[in-house]
């Protein structure tokens, strides 16, 4: 009866060490990875994303590969330009991995052979400008870098999409001496630009003058025309007001003749009162007052009958 129980007991445990090998067999990849599968130390296949199983004790995975794009700042490397100034330059470099199989087997250490070659290509690169090449040269140096560092590492499995300078350190004189130029130029620019503040304002300043002495003429042109405008009306509303005083005159004079000639008076009557308006119009002031013919023959005629009457 014992030994009965010690075989079940082995039966259990060996049930359980099967099932768990089982277990391990089944691998699961997760998105944007790959499992690199090797068979007896073998290459033999690449998972991609998705359920796999495995043979136990035959199948290995040998590497699990991430296949996101990836980014490595490595550390300032000393770098010579062509004219012989020693300086400090740090890269950023951005790259996927597109093939799990040659990154596996390409190179030992991928991240360190990058790291290596990024150095010596930069060392090339900038080994063939001068400084001053070199600070405003940046976006020519990236594109030559990527290029040489995509076609090295290819490869090995390994895409480099982007290279950038991060930092770009020269010596501290040269940085002191940079500075320096830098603010002798602010100077220069903030004085040319003073200058032309004060060109500007100067225009400005004489094109104002010229814009009033232009609006004050023409002020006084319109007043000019305005003033003989009123002057011609004053003139027009007089001669108006003249010959409506006249035309006054003349209506009341022939009103006055109309009167008498509806009164019954003769001529005589008619001259008398055309002599009489004479005298009132002298009234005193005038030295001589010319009468008409017709006048003049009734006043001898009536001083004559007056004399003759005074005799008598």
Same mark, same amino acid.
């Given at each position: 009866?014992?030994?009965?129980?010690?075989?079940?007991?082995?039966?259990?445990?060996?049930?359980?060490?099967?099932?768990?090998? &089982?277990?391990?067999?089944?691998?699961?990849?997760?998105? %944007?990875?790959?499992?690199?599968?090797?068979?007896?130390?073998?290459?033999?296949?690449?998972?991609?994303?998705?359920?796999?199983?495995?043979?136990?004790?035959?199948?290995?995975? %040998?590497?699990?590969?991430? &296949? /996101?794009?990836?980014?490595?700042?490595? /550390?300032?490397?000393?770098?010579?330009?062509?004219?012989?100034?020693?300086?400090?330059?740090?890269?950023?470099?951005?790259?996927?991995?597109?093939?799990?199989?040659?990154?596996?087997?390409?190179?030992?250490?991928?991240?360190? %052979?990058?790291?290596?070659?990024? @150095?010596? !290509?930069?060392?090339?690169?900038?080994?063939? &400008?001068?400084?001053?090449? !070199?600070?405003?040269?940046?976006?020519?140096?990236?594109?030559?870098?990527?290029?040489?560092?995509?076609?090295?590492?290819?490869?090995?499995?390994?895409?480099?999409?982007?290279?950038?300078? /991060?930092?770009?350190?020269?010596?501290?004189?040269?940085?002191?001496?940079?500075?320096?130029?830098?603010?002798? *130029?602010?100077?220069?620019?903030?004085?040319? &630009?003073?200058?032309?503040? *004060?060109?500007?304002?100067?225009?400005?300043?004489?094109?104002?003058?010229? *814009?009033? @002495?232009?609006?004050?003429?023409?002020?006084?042109?319109?007043?000019?025309?305005?003033?003989?405008?009123?002057?011609?009306?004053?003139?027009?509303?007089? @001669?108006?007001?003249?010959?409506?005083?006249?035309?006054?005159?003349?209506?009341?004079?022939?009103?006055?003749?109309?009167?008498?000639?509806?009164?019954?008076?003769?001529?005589?009557?008619?001259?008398?009162?055309s002599l009489d308006a004479f005298t009132r119009a002298a009234d005193g002031k005038a030295t001589k007052i010319i009468i008409p013919s017709e006048i003049q023959g009734f006043a001898g005629t009536i001083k004559a009958l007056t004399e003759v009457v005074k005799e008598d």
């Amino acid at each position: 009866m014992g030994g009965q129980e010690i075989l079940l007991s082995i039966f259990i445990a060996f049930i359980i060490v099967v099932i768990l090998v &089982l277990i391990s067999c089944i691998k699961i990849v997760p998105q %944007a990875q790959a499992s690199v599968l090797e068979r007896l130390g073998a290459y033999k296949e690449t998972w991609n994303t998705g359920i796999h199983f495995k043979l136990p004790i035959v199948d290995k995975v %040998a590497r699990r590969v991430n &296949l /996101k794009e990836q980014v490595i700042d490595f /550390k300032p490397q000393p770098v010579i330009t062509e004219d012989n100034v020693t300086m400090q330059i740090d890269t950023v470099v951005f790259f996927q991995i597109t093939d799990p199989k040659l990154y596996a087997y390409g190179v030992e250490n991928p991240l360190m %052979a990058i790291e290596n070659l990024t @150095a010596t !290509t930069l060392r090339n690169i900038i080994g063939d &400008l001068e400084l001053d090449e !070199t600070l405003t040269s940046r976006e020519l140096i990236n594109t030559r870098m990527r290029t040489a560092l995509d076609v090295a590492t290819d490869p090995w499995g390994i895409k480099v999409n982007r290279v950038e300078l /991060k930092n770009i350190i020269p010596p501290k004189e040269i940085q002191d001496s940079m500075e320096k130029q830098m603010k002798a *130029e602010r100077e220069r620019r903030e004085a040319i &630009l003073r200058a032309e503040g *004060e060109k500007k304002s100067t225009i400005l300043v004489a094109e104002g003058k010229k *814009e009033s @002495a232009i609006l004050d003429a023409e002020a006084e042109k319109q007043a000019a025309i305005l003033r003989a405008e009123a002057d011609r009306e004053a003139k027009i509303r007089r @001669a108006e007001g003249d010959a409506l005083a006249i035309m006054k005159v003349k209506e009341a004079e022939a009103e006055g003749i109309r009167m008498i000639k509806e009164a019954g008076a003769d001529e005589a009557v008619i001259q008398l009162r055309s002599l009489d308006a004479f005298t009132r119009a002298a009234d005193g002031k005038a030295t001589k007052i010319i009468i008409p013919s017709e006048i003049q023959g009734f006043a001898g005629t009536i001083k004559a009958l007056t004399e003759v009457v005074k005799e008598d």
